[in-house]
């Protein structure tokens, strides 16, 4: 798909002008011109002009943009495709609308969440500043707020999907509509949370409106505990044979191959499990006397990978300790 800026939205004096000249610029149209000199003075193509990069999170910024030509409008929770030219070649992409509908001054805005070895939202983030040009696509998209509105909503949003129903509870304040939302957004930390001020100011303001901020790096999704039960459902269950076929054995396959431990080689049918600051090991250790144990063993912290040995200890402990 070739991807182009929108037709703007242009004065009809300026056309009429513009269609006067053309008789002294033919064969090519005064637009040509005028884009030539400017890309901003086309009628052909929207741009833009960045007026600012506000830093919402250490990882993401609003970008404030000032159309060339009228706004054409739009809805909240809509988006649009912005065009940048870096290294030459213009480049696309769709980010979801955060200015109101109706802004005093005709500005437009975006909300940008770094993406590492990411093109445009580093380019965004580091290196467009105040003056610099965009392209402006179409708006698109039909998420919005139901009509009528239903008596309760409930928003889940997680990272920078928060951008649009930032849109849309913006929109439920202004009309005075937020009576029973509840909001369950997962950010990394509290920090992080991208207009996390600005929905914990609301929820101070207003009595039906309820957040949940779910922070991935401290809360864990899933207990120890229920991970155990979900295991002892499973081994009493039709995939009892097939789990404990998958699961690496201690000492002797997979990625428990290595473990050195003597008292458990052989003993226990094991998953590791190792994610940015956490580090797991679950799953059933037989123990001397016979008895099968449940095992779950799960470290949240920076430093975890370092903690193994103390999951290998725990291991034995339960070969041994689980025969008594
Ligand atoms: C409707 C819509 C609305 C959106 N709204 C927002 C918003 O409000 N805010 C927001 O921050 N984002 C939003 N996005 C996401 C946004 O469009 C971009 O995808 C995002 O900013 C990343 O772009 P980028 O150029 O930085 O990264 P890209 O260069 O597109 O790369 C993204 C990732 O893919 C990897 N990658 C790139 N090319 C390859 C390849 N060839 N093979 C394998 N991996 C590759 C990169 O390493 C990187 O990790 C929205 C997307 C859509 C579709």
């Known amino acids: ?95 979801s609308i955060t200015s109101d509908p109706e802004h005093p001054e005709g500005l437009l805005s975006i909300t940008i969440k770094y993406v590492e070895d990411g093109l445009m939202s580093p380019w965004f983030l580091r290196q467009a500043k105040p003056g610099t040009l965009v392209f402006l696509g179409e708006v698109e998209g039909t998420f919005g707020l139901p009509d009528p509105l239903p008596a309760k909503i409930l928003s889940i949003s997680a990272g920078s999907g928060i951008t649009p129903v930032m849109a849309l509870q913006r929109q439920l304040d202004r009309t005075d509509n937020v009576t029973d939302v509840v909001h369950i ?8 949370f991208i207009f996390g ?8 303001r207003r009595p039906g409106y309820l957040l949940h901020e779910r922070i991935t790096s401290e809360q864990e999704r899933i207990t ?11 081994y009493v269950s039709g995939v009892m044979p097939e789990l404990m ?14 473990s050195k431990s003597r008292v458990s080689q052989g003993w226990a049918h094991l998953k590791t499990g190792s994610l940015r600051d956490a580090a797991a090991l679950a799953g059933y250790v037989h123990t001397t006397s016979g008895k099968r144990l449940v095992m779950v063993g799960v470290i949240n912290h920076p430093n975890a990978a370092a903690a193994r040995p103390a999951l290998e200890a725990l291991v034995d402990w339960a070969v041994k300790e689980g025969s008594k």
Not at 197 to 204: A, N, P, W
Not at 245 to 258: E, F, M, Q
């Open 245 to 258: 076929a998958s699961l690496p054995i201690t000492g002797v396959d997979g990625t428990l191959r290595r």
């Open 185 to 192: 957004h997962s950010a990394r930390t509290p920090g992080l």
């Open 1 to 95: 798909m070739v991807e182009r800026a929108a037709t703007p939205k242009v004065p009809v004096l300026r056309r009429r002008l513009l269609q006067a000249a053309r008789a002294m610029t033919t064969p090519l149209l005064p637009d040509d011109y005028l884009g030539l000199l400017d890309p901003r003075w086309s009628t052909r193509e929207a741009t833009g002009t960045i007026v600012e990069v506000r830093p919402e999170t250490d990882e993401a910024s609003t970008v404030v943009i000032k159309p060339s030509h009228e706004w054409a409008g739009h809805t909240p929770g809509q988006y649009l495709r912005i065009g940048a030219e870096i290294d030459g070649v213009r480049r696309w992409r769709a980010y």
């Open 197 to 204: 001020d600005l929905f914990r100011e609301l929820q101070g």
């Open 224 to 234: 120890p505990q229920g991970l155990a039960r979900m295991l002892q459902t499973a």
